[in-house]
């Protein structure tokens, strides 16, 4: 079993060259769209950047149905804040943010009802393989959310997880929904 550090560094190249990406990205798209849109009012979904799975799309369509939460982490914590209607989603920092701590957020007290998390990789328990920060593994650990992790099918591997990891309940990917 190869250890985690060793294995998001070979996640992270194994995205990194997923072919037809446009056309998966519309197809993960598609397939969240008919999953979201009639059962969930709140949704907390990450803004994809680098070599994630395209989620822009997706909150630009839920957006006129859906109360979307993006992801906000400062000072080691992420929370879910508001998406203002004005705002357009574009470009995101590092850590996945679209404010400016300078800005007024509106945070989301309660939880979600379904959370949209990015993924380096899965396994066959619907374990995810993050970036190693654990910031959704703490925030899903404390909200009970539908908690869905999207990825590509190329991005299956076998790992073992950890005591703190939070499985995901359904992975959603190009060619399938899998369902814990």
Do not use: W
């Not at 250890?3 to 060259?17: E, G, I, P, Y």
């Not at 997706?58 to 929370?79: A, C, Q, W």
């Not at 998406?83 to 979600?112: R, W």
């Not at 991005?155 to 309940?169: G, H, K, L, N, T």
């Amino acid at each position: 079993m190869i250890d985690k550090q060793k294995l998001r560094k070979v996640a992270s190249t194994t995205r990194k060259n997923v072919a037809l990406r446009v056309q998966k990205d519309c197809k993960i798209t598609q397939k969240m769209i008919e999953l979201l849109k009639a059962e969930y009012d709140t949704v907390f979904c990450y803004v994809s950047f680098g070599t994630e799975v395209d989620t822009k799309a997706l909150i630009e369509k839920l957006r006129d149905s859906v109360k979307i939460f993006v992801p906000h982490t400062y000072n080691g914590k992420m929370k879910a804040v508001m998406l203002k209607e004005e705002t357009t989603v574009l470009a995101v920092d590092k850590q996945g943010n679209l404010y400016s701590e300078s800005e007024q957020v509106t945070e989301l007290l309660g939880n979600p009802k379904a959370c949209v998390v990015p993924l380096l990789a899965y396994n066959g328990n619907n374990y995810r393989l993050g970036y190693g920060g654990g910031y959704y593994d703490k925030y899903l650990s404390t909200h009970d959310t539908l908690k869905i992790g999207v990825c590509y099918d190329e991005q299956y591997f076998d790992f073992e997880r950890e005591p703190f990891d939070v499985a995901m309940d359904i992975i959603v990917t190009p060619t399938k929904i899998i369902r814990r």
